[in-house]
């Protein structure tokens, strides 16, 4: 659970400084970790959080699907 917290705040420094290229990695890492162990409520968080990087870069319809997926684990 905490490594899962630590990369989204990784991730969350990257997307604060905007290099959201840099940030998806982090993204997939944590969501990997939380899948993996079945983390159902990082899961959410994660999920949430790839969809607003999707949204920042301008892929609209990504950032929807995943922010809708992230609401079945919150």
Do not use: C, H, Q, W
């Not at 659970?1 to 400084?17: D, F």
């Amino acid at each position: 659970l905490i490594a899962s917290i630590v990369l989204n705040n990784i991730r969350e420094i990257y997307k604060m400084l905007k290099s959201y290229d840099d940030a998806l990695p982090y993204y997939a890492r944590s969501n990997a970790l939380d899948e993996k162990l079945n983390y159902k409520a990082t899961k959410g968080v994660s999920l949430f959080n790839l969809g607003e990087i999707n949204y920042l870069t301008g892929t609209y319809d990504e950032a929807l699907n995943l922010i809708n997926k992230a609401l079945e684990y919150m």
